[in-house]
């Protein structure tokens, strides 16, 4: 756990700093290891931002229904996030293991935490704003890239 916080701190490299000199990275020409490493620090934050984003929208529609115990199940799914988190930092710190030996280590655990954070954001929009009948509350989210 605190390896995999150690490896996506690593990928902001002190973030005040980065931001200022790394700013103007292009991430669509990015050569280096770390204009690599920073560009996939972006994604993944921008991944979990759109995932928070359906989430927050989930609990919204949930409190919206007064059907059901709202705050209960919105305990559960926190709970099943919580949950999520633990595996994402256990799979994803297994592969930066793997690949520990090379510097490639941090965009592959960078890109299985994007894969399952866009998995679960489509869990997310599945489960909880996809109603039975009527359109969704969210656009569908992409499941692969930024589409």
């Given at each position: 756990?605190?390896?995999?916080?150690?490896l996506?701190?690593?990928?902001?490299?002190?973030?005040?700093?980065?931001?200022?000199?790394?700013?103007?990275?292009?991430?669509?020409?990015?050569?280096?290891?770390?204009?690599?490493?920073?560009?996939?620090?972006?994604?993944?934050?921008?991944?979990?931002?759109?995932?928070?984003?359906?989430?927050d929208?989930?609990?919204?529609?949930?409190?919206?229904?007064?059907?059901?115990?709202?705050?209960?199940?919105?305990?559960?799914?926190?709970?099943?996030?919580?949950l999520?988190?633990?595996?994402?930092?256990t799979?994803?710190?297994?592969?930066?293991?793997?690949?520990?030996?090379?510097?490639?280590?941090?965009?592959?655990?960078?890109?299985?935490?994007?894969?399952?954070?866009?998995?679960?954001?489509?869990?997310?929009?599945?489960e909880?704003?996809?109603?039975?009948?009527?359109?969704?509350?969210?656009?569908?989210?992409p499941?692969?890239g930024?589409?």
């Amino acid at each position: 756990m605190a390896a995999l916080l150690a490896l996506f701190g690593a990928l902001s490299i002190n973030s005040a700093t980065v931001q200022d000199d790394m700013s103007d990275v292009d991430c669509a020409n990015a050569g280096s290891t770390m204009e690599q490493n920073i560009c996939a620090g972006r994604d993944v934050r921008a991944l979990e931002e759109n995932l928070r984003l359906y989430t927050d929208t989930a609990y919204a529609v949930l409190r919206e229904n007064d059907e059901r115990d709202s705050e209960a199940l919105i305990a559960e799914i926190r709970e099943g996030e919580r949950l999520w988190r633990a595996y994402v930092e256990t799979a994803c710190g297994a592969v930066d293991t793997y690949w520990k030996p090379g510097t490639i280590r941090t965009v592959m655990a960078a890109s299985c935490e994007m894969e399952l954070v866009r998995e679960r954001t489509h869990y997310v929009w599945r489960e909880y704003l996809t109603p039975m009948e009527g359109l969704p509350r969210l656009a569908e989210p992409p499941r692969s890239g930024f589409d």
